[in-house]
């Protein structure tokens, strides 16, 4: 069963910062892997797909990695701004019914 | 032009009640997801729908029920509801089949936060 860990849970740091958001995976046989941001109490904002044949996406000032093979994706965030602040999530598409398993997030402050 | 549409988006009611989350999804997908995402944020797949039927029903209690009148509806019935219930309910939908690379992207209606007092 897909299982998916996210390090670390929070993290705040002084705007302009450059910040990279783990997330790690148990199975390695996955479609795809989907990065999300959620603000409190809002829904989900999608920021990068990597399809599995991928190595990396980019949007702006986020880049996506991903290593199928160790399990292992990041997001790196380039020039943090205090706009950033938010949850963000990873979710690995797998199994039979293609369904999304996420991670418990990544809580990020990025202090003015 | 709303992709994934949830209503209501809030919905206060009482244990014991019955209640009813419509989803509708004008995206032309055959695949369409409910999860729910607890009071820690934790978000977990419920139930998933390919072409009006049934194809994943991760140990969620018999109350729920989801229901599929065609591809770009999913409904979701809970029956006799308990404090635990209390939730935001997020549906999804996805593409099954792709006539180039392999995508399946899943775009996530706006939610509907349930409390069950």
């Known amino acids: 069963k897909q299982e998916v860990t996210q390090i670390p849970a929070a993290l705040s740091v002084p705007e302009g910062e450059n910040l990279v958001l783990n997330c790690s995976f148990t199975?390695?046989?996955?479609?795809?892997l989907q990065w999300f941001r959620q603000d409190p109490g809002k829904g989900l904002t999608s920021l990068l797909l990597?399809?599995?044949?991928?190595r990396e996406q980019t949007s702006g000032r986020l880049n996506a990695s991903l290593d199928k093979s160790s399990g292992r994706s990041t997001l790196y965030i380039a020039a943090s701004q205090p706009g950033d602040s938010a949850t963000y999530l990873c979710?690995?598409?797998?199994?039979?019914?293609?369904?999304?398993?996420f991670g418990s997030g990544t809580q990020l402050t990025v202090l003015p | 032009d709303t992709a994934v549409s949830q209503t209501p988006k809030y919905l206060v009611t009482q244990m014991g009640n019955d209640k009813s989350i419509k989803c509708e999804q004008n995206?032309?997908?055959?695949?369409m997801y409910w999860y729910k995402q607890d009071s820690k944020k934790f978000l977990k797949i419920m139930f998933s729908?390919?072409?009006?039927?049934?194809?994943i029903n991760e140990t969620v209690p018999n109350r729920f029920s989801p229901k599929s009148p065609d591809k770009a509806h999913l409904n979701l019935h809970i029956n006799s509801l308990e404090l635990g219930d209390s939730a935001v309910y997020f549906c999804?939908?996805?593409?099954?089949?792709?006539?180039?690379?392999?995508?399946?992207?899943?775009?996530f209606g706006p939610g509907t936060r349930l409390t069950v007092t």
């Open positions: 999804a939908s996805s593409p099954w089949s792709s006539p180039g690379p392999i995508y399946y992207e899943q775009y």
């Open positions: 199975d390695s046989a996955i479609y795809n």
């Open positions: 990597i399809q599995s044949s991928q």
């Open positions: 979710a690995v598409n797998s199994g039979s019914a293609r369904q999304l398993t």
């Open positions: 995206l032309g997908h055959d695949t």
């Open positions: 729908y390919n072409n009006k039927e049934l194809i």
